[in-house]
């Protein structure tokens, strides 16, 4: 990847209509007839022009026949000719409802009313960043200076965190167990390491990036990405590396945290905040399952996300065990250099074919990113829609639908249907392999996962298995099954997940009348909205308790949301010179047994499936059970009334 992330507005065309005319060849083609409306100043250059389908995921031509698209290419060729010509100026921006009837033309349907304005806002389309917030009116900076805030973790939450704290002249400090930024995507370095939503929609909304090498990048670009944001924006120098929070101390008598430090050489420090933000990730630390024998192995066994890169596999027997997002992401790559590869499934997993998945960008189109106006923006809308929450009906369980242990409705049903076809062409004439592969719970009730053929071609190799018989134990040299098999190895690979269910451990939180949040939680987490725990004032957590998403959307949507929200509760405790913000415990208990029961009513709580959405009580603490746009509307903007303010 480059150094250049640009934003609305991009570069200046220079080039010839040759150059111009080979870069739309790579065109998604509803995203430019949108960027025409913007360079034509109006709806009516593409009212001739035929009109895009329903956007599909994993689709961004719109499923329009090949002439339809040359003539969009023709009329974009013309209109960013004349751009060029005339000094690359545009006319006035869209109105609202052009804006509206632009999103309805471009995926195919009507957008609901109530999407256009998340939508709108997502996309930033008057190259501004309507998520930021600022302050009602000037501030002392004294009044800022005396309002450190301490923040758990740079990884992409922590770092936009960071990012609004700096915007807002806060004072803050990052502290971060590794050596540098990144999270997930410094810690995951396995082969094949890369995101499942399209990568273009995971990143910022106020920072896109033209330079993706693919649809779906990989670890690296990734990390590169996050590295990349820290220094363009001089956060760096806030963040202590190689520290790691033990415990937060909430002090009644000054309405402050002390929070503990332990660096690397296990040196100790004390950091005094007024508030303190949590952004230490739902999947950060890795869990092995406790199997009998496992010190007992001989060979080396290590976890996914604590890749060992200095373990050779070149024709080794290696095993992976689990077969969850990161094992299907890993598999095809070692199913390449090990000798044999063992797969060992507790349950199979719901996925579906996505081309684009390890297909690499064209010049073209990163050429489009950087030149075309409002090209970058709709192309984001594109990918974003389709995942949002038009899939979320079909995940709601119809108490009357007959089949209940196989789907929860007729129209999860369909989607069964549409996956077990997939996955029965990829198999083809194999019922050995088909009957291990399509799992018996409802879709989307574990995370959904996407494949192009990858996963599947490589369990069909011959030095690939599939096992499905239960792991015993670990012995020296291997692993036992449940049936008495046998497997030798030399590596045993932990593609096994998450503590998940066990937030902001291990640190010890101390919050009011010395309650402990790791007691008061257990594993079994909550808070209101996913962000404050009553009596633990001041502190407001990222990606924290139901808020992951599985049904639609990219956690760093969900990210913006909240820190939004908490730069929201931030301001109006420096106006107002508050000392404490703490959720009502009404609230919070109010706002959890609302999302218990909207649980109840969906998927992830079929009892069909274990997942990392479910405590050990087979509640589901991880993930969010509510559309995008409520949780959307319900983050704008703080109802302090929810909140004890002193
Ligand atoms: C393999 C993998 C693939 C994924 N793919 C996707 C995807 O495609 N789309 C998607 O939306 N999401 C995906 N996710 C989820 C991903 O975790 C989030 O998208 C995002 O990276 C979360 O960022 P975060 O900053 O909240 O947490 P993290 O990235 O986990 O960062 C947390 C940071 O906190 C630090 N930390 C933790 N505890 C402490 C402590 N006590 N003291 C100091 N520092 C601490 C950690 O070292 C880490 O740097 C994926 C996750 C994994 C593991």
Redesign the pocket.
């Known amino acids: 990847m480059t150094d250049r992330i640009p934003q609305q507005p991009v570069d200046p065309i220079t080039e010839s209509d040759e150059q111009i005319a080979e870069a739309l060849a790579s065109a998604s083609i509803p995203a430019i007839l949108m960027s025409i409306v913007h360079l034509e100043g109006s709806l009516q250059a593409v009212a001739d022009l035929a009109r895009p389908g329903p956007a599909v995921l994993g689709e961004q031509q719109g499923g329009m026949a090949d002439e339809d698209k040359a003539r969009v290419r023709t009329a974009a060729l013309d209109a960013l000719r004349a751009y060029r010509d005339r000094g690359c100026t545009l006319p006035s921006s869209p109105s609202t409802e052009t804006i509206h009837e632009m999103m309805n033309l471009m995926v195919g349907e009507e957008v609901p009313v109530d999407y256009v304005a998340m939508m709108t806002e997502e996309l930033a389309l008057d190259g501004g960043d309507p998520r930021r917030v600022g302050w009602t009116r000037p501030l002392p900076d004294k009044l800022k200076q005396d309002f450190p805030v301490v923040i758990?973790?740079?990884?992409?939450?922590?770092?936009l965190t960071a990012y609004r704290l700096q915007e807002a002249g806060i004072p803050f400090t990052v502290?971060?167990?590794?050596a540098t930024?990144?999270?997930?995507?410094?810690?995951?370095s396995y082969p094949g390491?890369r995101?499942?939503?399209p990568n273009h929609f995971?990143c910022y909304s106020f920072e896109p990036n033209s330079e993706w090498t693919r649809y779906f990048a990989e670890r690296d670009e990734l990390l590169d990405y996050f590295e990349q944001f820290t220094d363009r924006h001089d956060l760096r120098e806030h963040v202590r590396f190689n520290?790691?929070?033990?415990r937060a101390v909430f002090d009644e008598d000054t309405g402050r945290w002390r929070v503990g430090l332990r660096r690397v050489d296990g040196s100790e420090d004390e950091l005094d905040a007024a508030v303190v933000v949590s952004?230490?990730?739902?999947?950060?630390r890795p869990r092995i399952p406790a199997f009998e024998g496992l010190d007992d192995f001989e060979g080396v066994g290590f976890h996914s996300?604590r890749w060992r890169h200095d373990v050779e596999l070149e024709g080794k027997r290696v095993a992976v065990v689990g077969t969850g997002?990161?094992s299907l992401q890993l598999v095809p790559e070692l199913a390449k250099v090990a000798g044999k590869l063992e797969v060992f499934q507790r349950s199979p997993c719901w996925m579906t074919w996505n081309a684009d998945y390890h297909r690499e960008t064209s010049e073209g189109k990163k050429w489009l990113l950087r030149h075309v106006p409002f090209y970058g923006r709709w192309y984001r809308f594109l990918l974003f829609w389709p995942g949002s929450d038009g899939l979320m009906p079909m995940l709601v369980v119809d108490p009357e639908w007959e089949h209940p242990e196989r789907s929860v409705s007729e129209s999860n049903d369909m989607l069964r249907e549409v996956f077990t076809e997939y996955i029965r062409g990829q198999v083809g004439e194999d019922p050995e392999l088909l009957a291990k592969v399509i799992p018996d719970y409802p879709p989307f009730g574990k995370r959904m996962l996407q494949d192009n053929g990858s996963w599947f071609g490589a369990l069909k190799q011959d030095n690939v298995d599939l096992v499905t018989d239960g792991i015993k134990r670990v012995t020296a040299t291997g692993i036992e099954c449940e049936d008495g098999s046998q497997h030798e190895l030399d590596v045993i690979v932990f593609a096994t997940g998450?503590h998940a269910n066990r937030f902001l451990w291990p640190?010890d939180i101390i919050g009011r009348d010395g309650v402990e949040l790791s007691e008061a939680w257990g594993d079994d987490p909550s808070a209101y909205l996913g962000i404050t725990v009553p009596g633990f004032p001041n502190m407001f957590c990222?990606?924290g308790p139901g808020t992951n998403?599985a049904h639609a959307?990219?956690?760093?949507f969900h990210?913006e949301c909240q820190v939004r929200y908490i730069m929201g509760c931030i301001r109006e405790m420096v106006e107002k010179g508050l000392s404490t913000m703490d959720v009502r415990r009404e609230v919070h208990d109010d706002y959890v047994a609302r999302f218990d029961a909207e649980h109840e009513r969906k998927v992830w709580a079929h009892p069909g499936m274990n997942s990392w959405y479910k405590n050990s009580r087979g509640r589901v603490t991880t993930t969010s059970p509510w559309l995008l746009l409520d949780y959307w509307r319900w983050t704008m903007q703080p109802d302090f009334s929810d909140y004890e303010l002193r």
Do not use: H, P, R
């Not at 930024?181 to 995951?188: C, P, R």
């Open positions: 758990i973790g740079a990884g992409m939450s922590g770092l502290v971060e167990k590794n930024v990144g999270g997930t995507w410094l810690e995951n390491c995101v499942d939503i995971y520290t790691e929070v033990t952004a230490v990730g739902q999947l950060s996300a997002a990161s998450f640190m990222l990606y998403l959307g990219s956690i760093i990210s």
